[in-house]
């Protein structure tokens, strides 16, 4: 029982003595930490003003608000991680600060392997945001995907299609895929093909075609318009058709609609023929038809030489506007599927 009372009581005195010790050091080491928390803590105010400062003159050699916030969050935490070292070295723990300097080498690796798609998507970014191979309501074409660029953001890019469909595809795709930029340019080409009879007179057929497309005031006169033999078919002289337009104030398919139309009208009142593909036999002269017992009677030219279009193709200047205009305001109507600001 006094063995017990003993053992006790030397528990105590240990117990007793440590506590003491550890009073004393923590009494010891409390000027210190106080002076390394006030460093770290005068680190952390001022990464967030420094590394504004410092990223100042990045803006005169990129406008890319994406890189330019990227490069402050990076000074920002080189600046906070300075001052946790010194906070370290002032209380004493230097090896943990080594600790900290080796290791944050090691866990970008580790976080780099883990989130490497999201990292390439991220980088993919911010080269779009510097090279920016498109704008904002530009009409690109990535993979198959048509459409008006509606938005960029640091994950992927919204366009939006014809039909008033939003598409959203990832930076990194469209970064490593070929672009297809339709309003870089805004000049656009547009042809069609038209086949005549091969006992129509090929230079008239091409002054009667020059003719439409000099008429239609959409059709740009530099470069000139061009009417040239395409192929020879099996019953008609294949004619192409080239013509450039002005694609940021014109739809294309709109203009070759009407070209198409007066074309083919001026043709038939010119007295062209336009035959199918398929084989067929034309008698300019008519056909003799002979009955037993009945005069000889001679056909009239076939009816394929009269003018077959009565109808008006003239056609406004607003209905040939482009669609680029009516999707962007769709766009801005309707609910936005990308959460984020853009980039570009």
Known sequence: MEQDAVGLTDTISILSAQMRELWEATIRVMPSFIIGLLVFLIFFLLAKPFSALLVHPIAYISSSNLVQNVIRRIISLFIILVGLYIFLNIVGLTQAALAIVSGTGLLGIIIGFAFRDIAENFISSLLLSVQRPFLIGDVIEVQGLKGVVNKVTARGTTLVDFDGNHIQIPNATIYKNVIKNFSANPWVRGSFIIGIAYDASIQQSRQTILSV?????????????QVLIDSLGSSTIN???NFWVDG???????VASVLMHKTVRKLEAAGINMPDDAREVIFPQGLPVVQTGQPQAVMSEPSSTKSLHTDNADVSTQELASDTQDIIEQAKNARDPEEGKNII
Not at 214 to 225: F, G, I, M
Not at 248 to 254: F, I, P, S, T, V
């Open 213 to 225: 497309l000099n008429e239609q005031n959409e059709v740009l006169k530099d470069p000139e318009p």
């Open 239 to 241: 004619i192409v058709i």
């Open 248 to 254: 940021h104030q014109y739809a294309l398919n709109k």
